[in-house]
């Protein structure tokens, strides 16, 4: 099971990531132009996720995608969500 990060890790996450109000995820909101750009930025997303086999909590709403990451068998934010964050983060 992935060790749990604590405060000081979490200061390397990528801009405009956040760590959830309950501390057990990673959270950032994107907006795009159109829901095409949005669905196609999922579409990376999730073909980066199948590559690394973490998988994010997600949601979209037409030019908007939320997106949420946690390891969930060790319940909270580890060194996989981090590191999923920061590729997703040179995918825009």
């Given amino acids: 099971m992935p060790k749990l990060l604590g405060p ?5 996450l990528p801009a405009n990531w956040h760590l959830r ?6 959270v950032q909101d994107f907006t795009f132009k159109t829901f095409a750009e949005a669905f196609s930025f999922m579409t990376r997303v999730a073909l980066l996720a199948e590559k690394v086999d973490h998988h994010p ?3 979209n709403s037409y030019n908007k995608v939320s997106i949420s990451l946690s390891s969930h ?7 996989k969500d981090v590191m999923l964050a920061t590729a997703i983060s040179t995918l825009i």
Avoid at 8 to 12: E, P, Q
Avoid at 21 to 26: E, L, M, T
Avoid at 73 to 79: A, H, K, L, R
Wanted: glycine share 10%; proline share 0%.
């Fill in 73 to 79: 068998d060790s319940g909270g934010v580890t060194q």
């Fill in 57 to 59: 909590d997600w949601s």
């Fill in 8 to 12: 000081d890790a979490l200061k390397t």
């Fill in 21 to 26: 109000r309950d501390r057990k995820a990673i």
